[in-house]
């Protein structure tokens, strides 16, 4: 079909698309999705997961991070087809049945939302930034990053969390839950650190 073809009337066009098993809060879910369709979209229109946000649909805002494969990523850049065979964790998938994520608990306690609509980006992307933390990966704010030990303090928080926005300013208590749910984070793994 070129730019001047046009369909039969009542035709409607095909679309690409493929069957993908997503893994998504521990469990397989076995789909066909249009070819071009976001993991945001997925995750929300297909599978009913709403608590990833759609802010900006442009990974300006961060309301739609998730994990995958525990780093840290907005849903609306990835493609559903490239998530195929991953382990994605979106906030419903953090708590322990009844027992709330550290970084869940830290967000309640230190009243760090106002709105809410950002606040499964902001936790999503805490997590994984605490794990980065943990490994020893350094950041912008990092002092001395040839130490493989990280000290989280307010500007790494800052600097780490800057890709997400809250249109609401409740900065003033999402970092002081951050490094709250940083002091009770895994520490990083021995063999990682002894191989640095």
Known sequence: MTGTDTLPTGATPTVP????????????????????????????????????????????????????DGRRMNSCLLLSVS?????ITTVEG?????????????FLEHDAY??????????????????????????????????SCVVLDEAEVRERMSGNLCRC??????????LDAGRVSPAPDTETEQAR
Do not use: F
């Open 17 to 68: 698309a493929t069957p993908v098993t997503l893994r998504v809060n521990g469990r397989d879910h076995t789909l066909e999705v249009d070819n071009r369709m976001s993991l945001l979209d997925t995750l929300r229109e297909r599978l009913d997961l709403t608590g990833t946000k759609k802010g900006c649909d442009h990974g300006q805002c961060g309301a739609c991070t998730v994990l995958v």
């Open 83 to 87: 998530t195929a065979g991953s382990d």
């Open 94 to 106: 953090l708590a322990d049945d009844d027992r709330l994520h550290p970084v869940q608990r830290a």
């Open 114 to 147: 106002q709105c809410g609509y950002c606040t499964p980006g902001q936790i999503c992307s805490a997590v994984g930034m605490l794990r980065e933390v943990a490994d020893g990966w350094p950041s912008h704010a990092t002092e001395d990053v040839a130490r």
């Open 169 to 178: 300013a409740a900065y003033p208590n999402i970092v002081p839950a951050i």
